[in-house]
């Protein structure tokens, strides 16, 4: 197996590059074809986890290019007495 970028891209690229947007579908997590892995472009933190990612994906299945989703942040539509207080 060679060592070389191209050869590694290559070598992982979908079966079919069909070139469909489905970007209008928003965030998902699933391709309109059904297809669960995607291509990202990404960077790790200091502790291995997944810092950052582009939110452009290309579907593993079939090449489409969809929007992915964002991890939610717990309570993140949890209004309070505060908040309500601050829109008056």
């Given at each position: 197996m060679s060592?070389?970028?191209?050869g590694?891209?290559?070598?992982?690229t979908p079966?079919?590059?069909?070139?469909?947007?489905?970007?209008f579908?928003?965030?998902?997590q699933?391709?309109l074809?059904?297809?669960?892995?995607?291509?990202?472009v990404g960077s790790?933190?200091?502790?291995?986890?997944?810092?950052m990612?582009i939110l452009?994906?290309?579907c593993w299945?079939?090449?489409?290019?969809?929007?992915l989703?964002?991890?939610?942040?717990p309570?993140a539509f949890?209004?309070?007495?505060?908040?309500e207080?601050r829109d008056d």
């Amino acid at each position: 197996m060679s060592s070389d970028p191209e050869g590694v891209y290559f070598l992982h690229t979908p079966n079919d590059v069909s070139g469909e947007d489905y970007r209008f579908a928003g965030p998902v997590q699933e391709c309109l074809c059904g297809g669960d892995m995607f291509h990202i472009v990404g960077s790790f933190d200091s502790d291995g986890e997944i810092g950052m990612y582009i939110l452009d994906g290309i579907c593993w299945s079939c090449g489409a290019i969809v929007t992915l989703p964002t991890p939610m942040k717990p309570n993140a539509f949890v209004t309070t007495e505060e908040d309500e207080q601050r829109d008056d």
